[in-house]
């Protein structure tokens, strides 16, 4: 079972610095498109250096890529803030609560939509992506596992992972129809019905 620990300061300042970077880069990337937005560029308006930059991302692409890690380290951190004696389901719910943020705000929603969009432009960037959101998948199903057996349920191998897998399955219905009712209602109303789908016994 694993054991939570605080996380170190220098981990916390180094994911604070790249979350910096990679909000300030965002907003270049909108106003300049990525192909004309450099690394100097970046540096500069996050008023570092470019030897600094290459400290938290080793590339630009690196850069783009990264913020599905942060994503990752932020829905991670959601779960594990939850009651230990809440429901799991109910708990990954409120887990995503994080991505109204990304999806209800306007100006941030355009922001992810850009990022997403110089993903899917590249082949190599959408391949890193794809291991990069398996990744995601992987660090919730090890804690979906974990409060399973708090709850002194009996857990099979595939358990854990087939419902994060629905749960990921409930964000994106839910954000598809959203954006095809052309927002008529928040999204969160969405993303309830999807999940209201699925009960998991625990």
């Known amino acids: 079972m694993t054991t939570e620990t605080p996380e170190p300061m220098r981990d916390r300042t180094r994911r604070l610095a790249q ?17 004309d937005t ?4 970046i540096a500069a308006a996050a008023g570092m250096s470019r030897r600094t930059f290459f400290r938290y991302f080793p590339s630009k692409d690196d850069l783009v890529i990264g913020k599905y890690d ?4 932020r829905l991670a ?21 994080i991505t109204l943020e990304y999806v209800q705000d306007e100006r941030q ?15 190599q960037l959408n391949a890193r992506y794809l291991q990069k959101m398996q990744r995601i998948q992987e660090i919730l199903v090890g804690r979906v596992a974990d409060r399973l057996a708090l709850h002194g349920l009996s857990i099979a191998g595939a358990q854990p992972a087939a419902i994060i897998g629905a749960a990921f399955a409930c964000l994106q219905a839910a954000r ?15 993303l309830d019905e999807a999940m209201s789908v699925f009960r998991v016994i625990d």
């Open 176 to 190: 598809s129809t959203w954006l095809q009712s052309e927002q008529q209602r928040p999204f969160s109303d969405y």
């Open 70 to 73: 942060l994503f990752g380290d």
């Open 109 to 123: 929603r355009a922001r992810s939509d850009a990022m997403d969009r110089i993903v899917e432009s590249s082949a």
């Open 19 to 35: 979350m910096e970077l990679t909000n300030v880069a965002q907003e270049l990337f909108l106003e300049r498109g990525y192909e």
């Open 77 to 97: 951190d959601a779960f594990d803030a939850r009651p230990h004696d809440e429901p799991v389901w109910q708990s990954l719910r409120r887990t995503f609560d």
């Open 38 to 41: 450099t690394v100097d560029q």
